[in-house]
């Protein structure tokens, strides 16, 4: 299993809407295993943010949403702040044991 | 509250093995799963592998199948995470992530532990 293919920068200004895709296959993300997102500043930990459906865990914010459609998962960031500046790595669970992350995406706040 | 809390950096020479501990705390052990994930320097995250200490058992994936040996001390909530015949390309920082069965989620991971494998 490859991984899944995300842009490996993106970039808004402050206050914007930014979108970050996450795209596999038909035989992967595009079947009904769930994908998740994660947030990750340099030199930590990645950290949980979001689920495909938008279940989000308690303590972050609304202004991250998800979306998946065919074989594209979509994380979208309103509102842009700077604390939002991280790499953001998408997560699908391909069945048995398994996952695979995607290739990263890098947030820039201008 | 929860915690993952993962062993120190390590230095190995090429050809050596290492073992890493994750020990949760705030919770109880066998009610979730512990996953392993690694990031190379500058790089992505890559998936290693899951231990479930409900059941003792444990699964690597096919790319570390014959190097990569997780095991489970109830006794402990710690889940060791053994890599043999480490090479260069094995230098990552190594994250354990604990999972709610069937949740899909990774949360919360532990802090990392760096592995430099250099001659």
Redesign the interface.
Known sequence: QSALTQPASVSGSLGQSITISCTGTSSDVGTYNPVSWYQQHPGKAPKFILFDDGGRPSGVSNRFSGSKSGNTASLTISGLQAEDEAHYYCCLFTGGFSYVFGTGTEVTVL | QVQLVQSGPEVRQPGASVKLSCTASGYIFTDYYI?W?RQAPGQ????M??AYPSAGTT?S?KKFQFRLTLTIDTSTSTVYMDLTRLRSEDTAVY?C?RELPKN?????????SPVTVSS
């Open positions: 996953h994930v992505g995250l890559e998936y592998g899951v699964y994936e994250f992530a899909y989620q990774f949360d919360p991971w532990g802090q990392g």
